[in-house]
């Protein structure tokens, strides 16, 4: 296939979508075709190395036979029941899921903003049977700043970045942002009239940003004193990213209620609001559903992805690979003053910059040279790779990071006196 005409055809593809597609996402003008283990390639047959996993989703990579075997059976065998009837995958899932997060039920769905919306209700309709049974807890939620929860009315009146909140107001009442980390905040703004605290315990979207042991505790304590939630947001943290299964188990505090998505089915549409006994107490038959959610395909393709990462003994492997990425980013910050901060665990890692050039910059400049990676709240680029990246793959990218940085005069002398671009 001649380089010219694949551009030609992607040029079409773009002006096809700019017409037909409600203009929801910015894309790289990049087609992708097809993935093999950490590599992607595009339609003119160019090789990435791919340290985004779609976001955080594929974190087995692509292609990978767990994945594709347990897809293959499942589409052979039964795809779809509805939620009226048993298969067992959904036990099967649930089984793997407690066991992994130490909580007690599970609560299946599609994706992560579903999962933080049944997170929402249950600690609203937990509140109302506080009430009921004679308890003073009201119906406000406390979240933080920097969050990112999903797209829903009920997620985006929880997430902070008023782009995303402004325009579709107003927006679910009865929610207050509370400044990141900021304990005495969190204390003065938390009565009887909160029924739940929203944490994502290593924000993602927002710039990779670690919440404190402090901040935790204080939430923890607060809730155990009249009732509310303690919610986490583990969506993007969850599953092995940050070499545990939870990011929040770096931490001595427990949830009520944590949520799971992106990496969860490997790729297939999957979520899990996950809680306690105590906070399932709410939900009753009827009182919440999907029609799709837990379906046998979505389950089988979980059970997959969880098993692989207990048989590989990957949480050791991110844990081990994550520690060198992060070390060799902190020796780029060494040689290069345009890095700011580097931030995260496992594979969940933010590099800041000085400036939102010289990110920007660099996000382009990796691109060009055949690596995925994602620029979040202006100055960090963001890297969540798949689980089975390699030590040489490492200083693969980071070489080429470190040569881009070097041969950018201009913008590292601008990024000295530059401002950060935060906002
Ligand atoms: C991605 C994400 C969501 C939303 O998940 P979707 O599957 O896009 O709906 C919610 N919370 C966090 C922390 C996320 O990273």
């Known amino acids: 296939m001649s380089t010219a005409i694949a551009t030609t055809q992607l040029e079409e593809l773009q002006t096809a979508e700019s017409r037909l597609l409600v203009q929801t996402y910015g894309r790289y003008p990049v087609e992708l075709a097809s993935g093999e283990g950490v590599y ?17 989703v594929s ?20 795809i779809h029941t509805s939620n009226l009837f048993f298969h067992r995958g959904t036990t099967e899932v649930a089984l793997r899921l407690t066991e992994i997060t130490g909580l007690d039920r599970v609560f299946l769905c599609n994706s992560g903003t579903e999962a933080w919306e049944a997170a929402l209700k249950l600690a609203r309709a937990h509140a109302g049977l506080l009430r009921a049974e004679g308890k003073q807890i009201g119906t406000k939620i406390i979240a933080l700043e920097n969050s990112f929860h999903g797209r829903s009315i009920g997620s985006v009146s929880t997430t902070h970045k008023a782009a995303y909140r402004e325009p579709f107001g107003p927006v679910m009442p ?79 505090v427990r949830p009520d209620v944590t949520t799971l998505a992106k990496p969860l089915a490997g790729g297939v549409p999957m979520g899990a609001m996950l809680c306690t006994e105590e906070a399932a107490r709410a939900f009753k038959p009827g009182m919440h559903g999907t029609t799709f959610g837990g379906n046998p395909l979505a389950c089988a393709v979980a059970i997959a992805v969880i098993d692989t990462i207990k048989h590989e003994g990957l949480l050791a492997h991110v844990t081990e690979v994550g520690t060198y990425f992060i070390e060799q980013f902190n020796e780029l910050k060494k040689k290069h003053e345009a890095i700011v901060e ?26 060009e040279r055949g690596f995925i ?9 963001r890297f969540l790779p798949p689980y089975i990246l390699t030590r040489d793959q ?6 080429t990071m470190d040569e881009i940085l070097t041969t950018m005069p201009s913008l590292a002398a601008s990024n000295l006196a530059g401002e950060k671009a935060h906002g």
Not at 44 to 55: A, Q, T, V
Not at 394 to 399: E, L, N, W
């Open 394 to 399: 490492i200083d693969i990218a980071i070489r």
């Open 40 to 56: 992607l390639y595009d339609s003119e047959g160019k090789r990435y190395l791919d340290l985004l996993s779609g976001i955080g």
């Open 174 to 252: 009865g929610v207050e942002f509370v400044k990141h980390n900021d304990v005495a905040a969190l204390k003065a703004a938390f009565s009887n009239e909160v029924c739940a605290i929203a944490i994502e315990v290593l924000q993602g979207e927002g710039g990779i940003n670690w919440i404190s042991e402090e901040f935790l505790a204080t939430a923890r304590e607060l809730c155990d004193s009249t009732g509310a939630l303690l919610l986490f947001d583990e969506i993007q943290s969850g599953m092995g990213r940050t070499g545990t299964w939870c990011a929040y188990q770096h931490f001595s």
């Open 342 to 367: 580097v931030r995260g665990a496992g594979l969940m890692i933010g590099v800041d910059f000085h400036s939102a050039d010289v990110a920007k910059h660099l996000h382009e400049t990796m691109m």
């Open 373 to 381: 990676l994602n620029r979040t709240h202006d100055t960090v680029l």
């Open 59 to 78: 974190a087995l990579g692509y292609n990978h036979p767990a994945i594709t075997a347990a897809i293959t059976k499942q589409a052979e065998t039964l």
